[in-house]
């Protein structure tokens, strides 16, 4: 892969694609049924020659591409008014720093290719959204992942975070969010290049938003 802006863009992208996805649940008990088919496609699809494919194709990272922007502009009120929401930023930061920690242990790290690859042997008796295969996905963010700490503490409606399902996707999102923060650190990605490319990024996301839609 690549370390240029446009890969920096799409990696990034996904991570806040994932990351609303776990918002949504979090706040409304359910997700974009394709966010969520997006996400799960990302931690089996295998042999992917691009991020794009990674994702199935740059129409499914509209969202996050929107959420990028969102999130990287100066602003600090919403259009009507009201402190702009920081949830999402706050949650990716906060994966970006577990996937660092991530890298600099081989032995979570294996642990944690282990339970994909478990998953992606349940696709043969399995649809992809699935509940066996986002338990089974939920449960390897658990034993890796959120063993590395600090946990990340989801905040919402408590009656919608207690339903083990609903629990079940936000760690699978959860760790999708990660492969992307992966990505995102193979593509170059870092401190310094958020703090300082966030104008090239948002550029870069307007550009591809009006190339899908264009088609």
Not at 36 to 62: D, F, M
Not at 82 to 91: F, L
Request: a positive charge; proline letters at 2%; hydrophobic letters at 40%.
């Amino acid at each position: 892969m690549e370390a240029n802006t446009h890969n920096r863009t799409l990696a990034l992208s996904a991570l806040f694609l994932c990351i609303k996805g776990v918002i949504q649940i979090a706040h409304k008990g359910q997700c974009d049924s394709q966010l969520l088919s997006t996400c799960l496609g990302s931690l089996v699809r295998e042999n992917a020659a691009s991020i794009e494919e990674v994702y199935g194709g740059l129409a499914n990272l509209k969202l996050g591409l929107s959420a990028l922007m969102y999130n990287l502009g100066g602003g600090q009120l919403e259009p009507d008014g009201r402190p702009k929401n920081m949830e999402s930023t706050r949650y990716s930061i906060n994966i970006l720093h577990l996937q660092r920690k991530l890298m600099q242990n081989k032995a979570v790290y294996d642990e944690l290719m282990e339970g994909i690859k478990d998953a992606q042997n349940k696709l043969e008796y399995f649809e992809l959204s699935h509940p066996n295969i986002i338990a089974s996905l939920a449960n390897t963010y658990t034993q890796t992942i959120s063993k590395l700490g600090p946990r990340i503490m989801i905040k919402g409606n408590q009656s919608f975070l207690a339903i083990p399902d609903n629990a079940a996707k936000i760690r699978t999102l959860l760790l999708a969010a990660t492969r992307a923060a992966l990505l995102w650190d193979q593509a170059g990605g870092g401190r310094w290049k958020l703090l300082f490319e966030r104008s090239k990024m948002q550029a870069q996301a307007k550009m591809l938003l009006a190339a899908i839609n264009s088609k």
